[in-house]
């Protein structure tokens, strides 16, 4: 190993540990951290919401590594011009080849260690994230919590909906207990329209991607004169 080769590795190696670091904060954020506070809110353990994100870091690391790599080529090499470094090494006869050498040498090593991370460490770190997120879900599903959300009009941030479910989801029965429907008006969308009660519904397609719910025994009070 030269001179210029742990000259260009020194500069190289601190740049990638922070851009990989600062990528792999972005994606977590932008990607997990509302997953992770839905967990808690449906009364997750912070062990399992801990592991939950302990997990799923795995596979984003595998997408900044090459990320990191590029913004860490390109500090370093700012940093070598903003020091005119690379003026004195070409006056030193080093070539332009040369100085990027190193930089090729360590992009196919950190993309071989990304190849092997993504076939061995990220399947089943992944596998075991889902298993706990389903695992939450299924302890939800388990009690009689209450659960209630919003269905907000297609484009906007307006509330068409607001659904409650006092008895919560009956795993045996596969069904809604105890469900009140609040429909807004559409031309106003802050003035209530009809109040639909229904003693239980139940999934109208087996397809877990459709919302679609039968009601039975139900009430309508229509509150927009």
């Not at 990989?20 to 932008?30: I, P, Q």
């Not at 068409?160 to 106003?188: C, H, M, P, R």
């Amino acid at each position: 190993m030269k001179i210029v080769d742990r000259l260009i590795w020194r500069e190289l190696f601190g740049p990638f540990l922070n851009s990989v670091f600062m990528f792999l904060m972005l994606l977590f954020t932008s990607a997990y951290l509302q997953k992770l506070m839905d967990l808690v809110a449906k009364g997750a353990t912070t062990m399992t919401v801990a592991k939950v994100g302990m997990y799923s870091l795995p596979l984003l690391f595998t997408q900044t590594l090459p990320m990191g790599m590029l913004l860490g080529t390109i500090l370093a090499m700012g940093r070598l011009s903003g020091d005119s470094e690379n003026i004195a090494l070409h006056a030193s006869g080093i070539s332009f080849y040369r100085i990027g050498r190193p930089v090729g040498i360590m992009g196919f090593i950190i993309g071989v260690l990304a190849v092997a991370w993504n076939e061995t460490i990220v399947p089943p770190a992944t596998t075991q994230m889902y298993k706990l997120q389903a695992e939450v879900v299924e302890a939800v599903a388990n009690t009689n919590t209450a659960i209630s959300y919003t269905v907000k009009r297609k484009g906007t941030d307006l509330i068409d909906e607001w659904v409650y479910i006092a008895g919560g989801y009956n795993k045996k029965t596969q069904s809604l207990l105890n469900v009140t429907i609040l429909k807004f008006n559409d031309k106003d969308p802050k003035k209530p329209e009809v109040l639909v009660k229904a003693d239980r519904a139940k999934a109208a397609s087996s397809d877990p991607g459709e919302f679609n719910w039968d009601l039975y025994d139900v009430s309508i009070k229509y509150l927009d004169p």
